[in-house]
């Protein structure tokens, strides 16, 4: 397996909404792969749901991923202050949205 992708459709008032979540192994990075991938994945999402919103949240220092998403066509939306801690680092949460219209 070199990678995965998927969607977490969201509930209740979110209902409309669903993350994006994905991930690459390192021996496939800078390939072109998901910047094929997400939006042929986000185009399927929006045309076999009711879904209006995909959202995908990004480490801070995730700078390539941030990079990637907005080739895509995402938007950031909000950048949560040391929102995330991994290996006893602080670290902020970047969120992108692509809006079906």
């Known amino acids: 397996m070199i990678g995965s992708i998927g969607y977490f459709p969201q509930a ?3 209902r409309f909404t669903a993350e ?3 991930w690459l ?19 399927h999402i929006f045309n ?11 480490f801070g220092r ?6 990637l998403l907005e080739k895509c066509g995402f938007v950031r939306e909000a950048v949560l202050k040391k ?8 670290d902020d949460e970047v969120i992108y949205s692509f809006f079906r219209d």
């Open 12 to 14: 209740d008032v979110y």
């Open 20 to 22: 994006l979540g994905y």
């Open 25 to 43: 192994s390192e021996k496939y990075w800078r390939r072109g792969f998901m910047k094929e991938l997400i939006p042929a994945f986000t185009d």
């Open 48 to 58: 076999s749901t009711e879904i209006q919103k995909v959202f995908a949240r990004v």
């Open 62 to 67: 995730n700078i390539a991923s941030q990079h």
């Open 83 to 90: 929102a995330l801690i991994k290996n006893n680092e602080w």
